[in-house]
């Protein structure tokens, strides 16, 4: 297999694009009814559909006996010089080598030639967020005034990097990772096509590794498989240590047993893990027993798991640059085990937790806790937590845990949520100490007339 499997198999029409039910019946709505825009941006994480979409589109866009349901026809001239990468009125831009001025003012000008073989044009600019700031005020005069026969799709990973006045410009379509269920699907038609022998173990692996990548499943599966591929095997080249480490790891942190924990990470070390891969593993079990401890209402050791996720996804991704393979989780470890809490770096001290940090005078009252929230706030990066969590009222502060109380079911459930806990709590942590936790009620007045409501709506 000399080839890209991923590239031989990517979706040649909608009907075929994996993952992404909201973005593929939307955009065929759009061809079946010739409703087009003019400029698009895809967004979402790596290997989850963005460029193949694009490629789709293009090719509806551009097809000359286009479907009722808007599937290109696959069979005019346009749709398989398309599907040869052999039509010059389909242009690919790769944003990372192409960012400058220069680059976007020589597409200006190309644009205003007639197209060469279909009846219009399409530019497909893959990682649009590379682009430099004068570059993207040159697109943005692209995009405002386009010829009638000139489309662009861009894509992006990074959002967050794209100005809103290109943004504003664009029908915008976000793409979600895929599911581990539908990539182990996919992954198991690939093998059998391929006469790959598998273990289904092997391919659930690799579709969790992908984190929702279907492109990088494949790939890693190609990259794995020499006519076999075990659940072994895909362990052994990913660095993945079994399910019992992790379990060992967390045993550890229950009894505060700091040497038991050392020993294991560095037993990991010298047998070849990759230690950040293990603590993506390690996460992923703090995650379920947080979810445990939520939903058996544990609130005795939800505090210690908030905390021991904090910690070490931080040194996940301090693993990425360390100098010393095993120091982040090393010290990782010994924060969760230990008694006392390190400063920060340019602080060059170690602080008790039974000692008082000057910075931590006046939170233990509410009055000095409410003067930080508005900071607090500002590191709820989710917009529906935040607001929600705004709703909220600080009514007590005991042995630094905080109490808020809610008057609406609705943004009580949404901020003692999971994933609620862990963005407010990180973000009170990281304002006003790791120290502090959270704990959420419903105002008991408005209990019953909140269930009535629901109830209410539900009949």
């Known amino acids: 297999m000399s080839f890209a499997l991923y590239r031989k198999y990517r979706p040649q029409t909608f009907e075929h694009l994996i993952g992404q039910t909201a973005v593929r019946t939307t955009l065929l709505e759009a061809l079946k009814k010739g409703k087009l825009s003019h400029a698009y941006l895809f967004s979402g994480p790596r290997g989850t559909g963005k460029t193949t979409s694009a490629r789709l589109i293009a090719k509806a866009i551009q097809c000359e006996n286009r479907k009722e349901n808007g599937e290109p026809c696959e ?131 690799l579709a969790k590794s992908a ?36 379990e060992s790891l967390y045993g550890a942190l229950g009894s505060g047993d700091t040497q038991k924990g050392l020993k294991i990470i560095q037993d990991l070390h010298l047998e070849g893990f990759d230690l950040q891969e293990f603590t993506s593993s390690f996460l992923g079990l703090l995650r379920s027993k947080m979810h445990d401890a939520v939903f058996e209402q544990k609130q005795a050791v939800l505090p210690n798991i908030l905390n021991w996720i904090s910690l070490f996804d931080e040194a996940w991704m301090k693993l990425k640059k360390t100098s010393i393979a095993t120091l982040p989780l090393e010290i990782a470890l010994i924060r969760a085990t230990q008694k006392f809490e390190i400063a920060p770096a340019s602080a060059s001290v170690i602080v008790r937790k039974d000692a008082s940090p000057l910075r931590q005078e006046g939170l233990m009252h509410i009055d000095g806790v409410k003067k930080q929230i508005p900071q607090i706030l500002k590191e709820v990066e989710n917009i529906s937590i935040r607001t929600s969590f705004q709703t909220g009222t600080l009514i007590n502060i005991d042995s630094k845990i905080l109490k808020f109380q809610f008057s609406s079911k609705f943004h009580y459930d949404k901020v003692n949520s999971p994933e609620g806990i862990v963005t407010i709590e990180s973000a009170i942590k990281k304002i006003l100490g790791p120290e502090f936790n959270i704990l959420f009620e419903l105002d008991p007045a408005v209990k019953e007339m909140d269930w009535e409501v629901i109830e209410e709506k539900t009949i």
């Open 75 to 205: 069979e005019c001239n346009i749709c398989v010089a398309n599907s040869a990468n052999e039509n010059m009125d389909l242009i690919e831009i790769d944003a990372a080598s192409n960012r400058g001025i220069d680059d976007i003012r020589d597409l200006r000008e190309k644009i205003r030639f007639a197209p060469s073989l279909a009846k219009s044009k399409v530019y497909i600019i893959d990682e649009v967020h590379m682009l430099s700031k004068e570059a993207f005020n040159a697109l943005l005069k692209s995009l405002e005034e386009p010829p009638v026969n000139v489309y662009f799709i861009l894509a992006t990973t990074e959002i967050h990097k794209i100005p809103e006045t290109i943004i504003s410009r664009c029908q915008r379509y976000d793409f979600k990772r895929i599911g581990e269920k539908q990539i182990v699907e996919r992954l198991k038609y690939i093998a059998e096509a391929e006469n790959i022998d598998f273990e289904i173990e092997a391919l659930e692996i």
């Open 211 to 246: 984190d929702g990548g279907m492109r990088d499943a494949i790939s890693l599966m190609q990259q794995f498989s020499n006519g076999v591929l075990s659940a072994e095997i895909v362990r052994e080249r990913l660095g993945l240590s079994k399910d019992q480490n992790c």
